[in-house]
């Protein structure tokens, strides 16, 4: 595998999710060096291509168009997207940053805020750079939650939060197989 490697949406000849053609392509991230690198692995040869500039990164996130991959620092302080077509890694967002998530147009990503007081989700715009608070976790009244987490965006933009709660039902279930 030589070249710098698309993301399966972008090219037409698609197969399923993640094939291109005879290729099937993923990200990875490499959990073995204390480099932490990412890298794109070919998932029918095995063939692994490290992304040039990722050491430092974790938390890829490609794109739905595949143009970019959005990561962030080890330390959750700053947001870098890799443009694929020239491989060049540019550095969005300084902020506390958890769950990078991308709107189904490729133009925003949305991320928690973690360390600020209201535990807010922004909306940024990846060409302008232009964020907007969408959403405060702390607003949430749940009553016997205990954490929440935000875990992405539908398509037409809202959050979707989980809340993990203190107290729980349990069920048991008594099957009996004819």
Same mark, same amino acid.
């Given at each position: 595998m030589t070249g710098f490697i698309q993301h399966p949406s972008a090219l037409a000849d698609r197969q399923g999710p993640d094939a291109v053609g005879d290729k099937a392509l993923t990200v990875?991230?490499?959990v073995v060096t204390a480099d932490k690198t990412i890298s794109v692995v070919d998932t029918k040869s095995g063939a692994?291509?490290?992304?040039?500039?990722?050491?430092g990164l974790?938390?890829?996130r490609w794109s739905p168009n595949g143009q970019y991959l959005a990561a962030i620092t080890l330390d959750q302080r700053k947001l870098r997207i890799c443009n694929? /077509?020239?491989?060049?890694?540019?550095?969005?967002l300084t902020a506390s940053i958890d769950n990078p998530v991308w709107s189904s147009d490729s133009r925003s990503i949305y991320y928690h805020s973690f360390m600020e007081p209201d535990l807010p989700i922004y909306k940024l715009d990846v060409q302008t750079h232009k964020q907007e608070k969408i959403f405060q976790l702390k607003d949430l009244q749940i009553p016997d939650a205990a954490d929440y987490s935000f875990k992405g965006v539908s398509?037409?933009? /809202?959050?979707?939060?989980?809340v993990h709660l203190w107290s729980a039902d349990v069920y048991q279930i008594v099957w009996k197989h004819p």
């Open positions: 990875v991230q490499s692994v291509m490290e992304l040039p500039g990722s050491k974790f938390s890829p694929l /077509s020239n491989k060049q890694w540019t550095e969005v398509p037409e933009g /809202s959050p979707i939060v989980a």
